[in-house]
C-alpha cells in the first residue's frame, strides 16, 4: 500500500490522497469536476435520507425546477447578478441551433423559481410556502479541491414565502438551527452560528446565517448559510399577495442550502495520520468483520462465527461488511482504518473458541467482550461513543484555535502562534475587510449568536463593534 | 372549477388540464422545460425510492458523474455520436472566458462514464463492475409536452460491466424484467417486452430491449430501455482486463433507463373523464377524508372522527390526508377525484352516530362500512382491488388495440377501424420502417420477446419474417 502523506505537514496531499484511495472520488475529466463514487456517494445519500426527513418533517415539499436560467432572470436582482454573473457557466447553442438568448447553468434556484412564484401565491392562505429541491449546481471554477471546490456540485435549496417579515425570519433560524443538529448529531461538526458581515452575505439577501467550522489545516470553512431576501426577489419578480384586508403586499423570502462541500469539511475535521475517520452515524460501513484464518483446518469453524456475527448486526441495523478478501490481516486492517470504518471486529480461532469478539475501534483502543445474543448494544454503545468523541474533538480544535484579540498587533501575534481563528470586536465594514485581507488573508467569517450582545471598541478604529470572527478560509 | 376538456375526444387538451390544474406541473420558462410541482414530485420519489430498492438489492451502486461531457469524449464513439449530436446543449463560454472545447450537458452519460472505467478495471476480480446514478439528462427538445417530452428530464441511469457477453446479456435481461415488475407492481403499466428494430436501437448498442405500452390517446410509449453495448464502448475507450488466463479482453457492458417520462405514461394510461387516476402504490395520497358538516353543532364530533381516523390510517402507514377546506363537500369531491386519490372517505353526522365510514373508489363504487379497530385491513383490501383493476383496465386497452395483420391493405383497414398496435411479420429493415413511417406515420415498436419463435412470411415481401408490432408513438 502507498504511504499516506501526513497530515500535519502536508493537509493537501493527505486529503487528495485519502478522497482517492479510500474509493470516495475521483477527479472528472474536466477541470473543476468530480465524480462521487459510490463509497463517497453513500455518504450523501445518508445526507439526503436523514437532513431530508427533517426538512419533510417541518412541512417543507420536494420540487424540481429546470437547469437552465435565461440570462436576463439573473440580471433581474441587481446584486444576485453582480455576484453570480463571473461565475456561471452559458449555454448558448443547441439542439444545432444559436440561441437567441444564452442560457445560465443554475449556480442557485432563486431566480427562476421566483419567476414562478407569482402563479402560485395570490392570497396570505397560500403562504408560507415552503418548498425545497435537491440538484446539482454549477460555479465555474478552476481548480478542484475534491468536495471543496467544484465547478459541480450537489447540494439541497430550500425556498420560502412568507406574509410578513417575522414569519420569514423564523424560518431562516429555524433552517440554520436544523442544519446546526444534523451537523452536530450526525457529522459530528460543531461551527460557529452567527450573521456574515456585510461583504460575505449572499448575492441578494437582507442577511446571511452561517454555520463556520474548522478543518485541520486551520481553514475556516463555512458549511452552510440560510438567507433572508427580505422582499428584494419579491419586488424585482412582482410576488405579491392580497393580505386579510385585501391588500396588495410583496411576499418576505428565504433561501437555504446544504451542499457536497460538507463532504470535504467532515473529512478534514475528523481525519487523523492513518487515513479517514467518518463518523459512525455517517459511515456506509460501521463494522467491519475480519476473520484471521491462521490455519486452513480453522476456515470452516471462523468462516461461520463471522457468518453469524454479520447477521445479528445487520438485523439490528448496523452497516456491517465482512472482508473475505485475499490479502493479510494486517493489510486489511491499514485498508480499513484508511477507509475510516469506525469499528473492526478481529474474528480468529481463539475468538471462536472462546466465544469472544475483539474489537478495535477507529481511534485507537482494542478490546475483548464475550459474544452473547445482546451484544449488538455494547456495539452500538461503543458506536455511539466514537460519534461523541469525534464531537469533542473537533471542538477542541475549533476552540482552542479561537483566540481572542484586541489590536492589529495582538492578531499578528496571534497568526504568527499558529492560532487560526481571531476574534475581535469589528465594526462591520467592507472597505475594511477587503484590506484585511489584502494584508493577512483573512476575512470575516461569522458575527456569532451567542456573543452578539457583547459590545466593543473595533479592534483597528476603537468605534463600537461587536465579536466577530477572522480567519483564513476555504 | 374549470370544466376538464372531454379525454376522448381532446387528449392533449385533457392531459395538459389534468397536469396543469392537479398541482403535478407547470411550464418552465425556457422552451422544453417543466417545473416539478410537489404533487408530482411525490411520483418521482416514489419511483426512486421502490425502483431505487430493486435496484440496490441486485448488487448495483449508486454513482454521481459530472454534467458536462467534453465534446471529443461524445465522438469517440461513431454511432453514439451521430445519434445524439443532433440534440445537445452546448455549453461555449464559464467563468467570462470562452472555452478552448465545448461542452456537452448529458444526453446520457455513457462517454462520460466509461472514460473513467480503464481506471477502476484490471482484472477480471473487478468484474462484474455494476452502478447506476440519478440525475437530469438533456435532449433539446423544441414542444413540451409534459413529461413525454422535455428538454431537460430526470432519469436513473444503470451501467454494468462483465468479463462474458452472456454475463452482460444476462444483466440487460434481469434489468428489463425488473423494470416490468416495477411498472405492473406499482403503475399498473402493463407492456410488450421484446428488442427494438435496427433503426429503433440505441445509438451505439448491439441491441436494445424495451417495454411499449398504450396510452388512452392510442399512442405507444417507450417505456424504458435496456441495453446491450457489446463490446463497442470498451473498444472506444480502452476499457480491458486481463481474465483468469492473464491475457487482455474488452469487457462487455449494458446500460439501462428508466426516466420521468414514465410518469407521463402512467397518466395517459390511467386517466378518465374525471381527471387524473393514480394507482394507489404510487399515489402521495391514497384516501382523502372528506368532513361533511350540514350543522355547525356536529363540527366538533365529526373533527374528533376524522382526526382517529386519520391517525389510525397514517399508523398503518396509509398516505392519508384529510381536507379541512372551506370549500363545499362537493368540491371536494371533484377536487380530488381530479387530482386521482383513490379512496375516498366522507364523514358526516350519521357516519359518527352509527361509527361507520362512507367510502368512494375513484373508480366510481360506493359503499358503507363499519369502524372497528382493523378496518384499514379493509381499506387496504380495497386498494389492492383498485390497483388490480388499473393494471386490467390498462391490459384491456393494450390487447384490444392490437390487431394481427398479414398485409398492407389489411394494415390500412385496421389504422381505419381505430385500432392502435399493429403485430406484422417484419424482416428487420431499417429503410423499409422508414418507408412506413413517411406513408403511415407508424414505426416499429417492438419485436415481442413471447412471439419471437414465430416465424412467417413478412406482409409486405414474404421474405421470413419476425412478429413486430408497428404503431404511431410519442
Redesign the interface.
Known sequence: MEKIPNISENFADWYQFVTLKTGLA?Y???KG??????YG??L??QVQKVLGQMIEADGV??????????YS?LAAEKEHVEGF????????????EKLEE??V?RPTSET?MY??FP?WIQSYRDLPLK?NQW??I?R???RTVMYMRT??F?WQEGHTAHATRDGAVEDVLSAATRYEKFLREYMAIPGYKGYKTTGEKFAGADFTVTIESLVKNKKALQICTSHLLGQNFAKAFGITFLDEKNESQHVWQTSWGFSTRTLGGMIGIHGDEKGLVLPPRMAPVQIVIIPIVKSEEDRIAIANYCEGIEKMLKNVGIRTKTDWGNETPGWKFNQWELKGVPLRIEIGIREVEQKQLTVATRLGNKSVIALYSEVYKELNALLDEIQALLLSQAEQLLFENTVDVASEAELVAAMESGKAMYRVFFKDDTERAKTLQEKYKITPRVIPFDTIDQKGPDFMTGEEGTPTIFAKAY
Chains 1, 2 share one sequence.
Open positions: 475521483d472528472g475529466p474536466v469536476t468530480m465524480i462521487h463514487r459510490p456517494f453513500a450523501w445519500k415539499e420536494d420540487v424540481y425546477f429546470p437547469l437552465f436560467i435565461p432572470f454573473a463571473p461565475e456561471v457557466a452559458m449555454i448558448t447553442e443547441a439542439g444545432g444564452p442560457l447553468i427562476i419567476k414562478t402563479n418548498i440538484c446539482n454549477v465555474w471554477e478552476k465547478s459541480e450537489l
